[in-house]
């Protein structure tokens, strides 16, 4: 009886590819994210108002208590502060925020950084940000991802198959990497 | 005679290892020894810790590297302070402060290599690495200051950069950020 290794080909694609399913959408949307890093930050937002605690005197610790109590934060949120420039304080406060103010008027910044619900994750994940185990997870789907090509190129036969139409196809995606790559080196 | 303006914030055209230096370029034949006055400090901190972590004993004040940046160039030190910036999209870089005002020193890694989380300005890090030191040309002092103006949304003025650069900065192995 012929061995039909056809039919085992599609059983592994099917259950691998449910398997993978929620990686490959994380790391697909992952890769559209920073791919336009130039764009935006995919990982964090900023937000900024605009704060006005008066001319400030006194020591560099004193002005900086003054900033916090003007803007009514809580002492236990302060970090620590540094004097940028000779006019320019700023207070850092947790979770990032900081306020930056100029000492000879009291105007500045309160500046909040948040991380993008969603993306922060994804991209910890597609970039290995978490190191250790998940390198050994990564590597397993990037397995995976070797055996969902394989197993899906050569599942079907016939017209419809790697012989039939498919080859133009795989001929297709494969001239765009090596596109790329000769734009690389002209 | 050429005056170098140090520059404690290094640079990174875009966020990847940035210009080679001298030391950057020769970090395989590093010394390990800091050659400065080390400053107290605990053996080893604990963190969250980022790479090979901190392996030195004792850390070489930010101030005394900054002031002598030759005497250190390709030497592995160990350097404490507050963090007051972090690369904000890649988190590939972070900022410590000096004990002067104004004073900054930069922990570069290889993007990927680690990633410093934007919300650590403030935290106390503890870093070690190899110090590097580049002198820019003023065409190079010019393209850097632009750079780091467009970095952090400032203005920038060509006409102001007058003198070529010496930047100096450590090339990352390690760090902990200090609970």
Wanted: one cysteine or more.
């Amino acid at each position: 009886m012929k061995y039909n290794w056809r039919r085992w080909f599609r059983a592994f694609h099917r259950d691998i590819g449910y398997a993978a399913v929620a990686l490959i959408l994380a790391y697909g949307l992952s890769g559209l994210a920073v791919n336009h890093i130039d764009d935006w930050n995919p990982n964090y937002t900023y937000s900024s108002e605009n704060v006005n605690v008066g001319p400030l005197t006194g020591t560099i610790p004193e002005m900086a208590a003054t900033v916090v109590s003007k803007l009514k934060i809580d002492p236990k949120a302060v970090r620590g502060h540094y004097q940028e420039t000779a006019t320019e304080l700023r207070v850092f406060l947790d979770d990032g925020q900081e306020a930056k103010v100029d000492i000879t008027n009291g105007k500045g910044t309160l500046k909040t950084v948040s991380k993008r619900v969603v993306f922060f994750e994804v991209n910890s994940l597609h970039l290995n940000n978490l190191k250790g185990v998940w390198t050994y997870v990564a590597d397993v789907f990037a397995v995976a991802m070797i055996v969902l090509a394989i197993t899906g190129m050569t599942m079907m036969k016939g017209d419809r198959g790697l012989m039939g139409r498919g080859k133009y196809f795989v001929l297709g995606g494969l001239a765009i990497p090596i596109i790329g790559i000769f734009y690389i080196y002209s | 005679m050429r005056r170098a303006l140090i520059l404690v914030v290094l640079l990174a055209a875009a966020c990847d290892k940035g210009p080679p230096t001298s030391a950057s370029s020769n970090a395989a034949a590093a010394a390990t020894a800091p050659a400065a006055p080390a400053a107290s400090a605990p053996a080893a901190p604990k963190g969250e810790t980022f790479g090979a972590g901190v392996k030195l004993t004792s850390s070489t004040p930010i101030d005394t590297i900054l002031a002598e940046p030759k005497k250190f160039a390709g030497q592995t030190v160990r350097v404490e302070g507050m963090v007051t910036d972090v690369c904000p999209k890649r988190g590939c870089w972070f900022e410590m402060a000096g004990e002067k005002p104004g004073q900054k020193l930069r922990f570069k890694v290889t993007d990927g290599e680690m990633t410093f989380p934007a919300e650590a300005k403030g935290r106390k890090a503890v870093a070690e690495g190899v110090v590097a030191v580049k002198e820019l040309s003023l065409e190079e002092s010019k393209e850097y200051a632009k750079y780091q103006a467009e970095e952090y949304k400032l203005p920038y003025d060509p006409a102001k950069v007058t003198e070529p650069m010496s930047i100096v900065r450590i090339d990352g192995t390690g760090a902990v950020f200090v609970n």
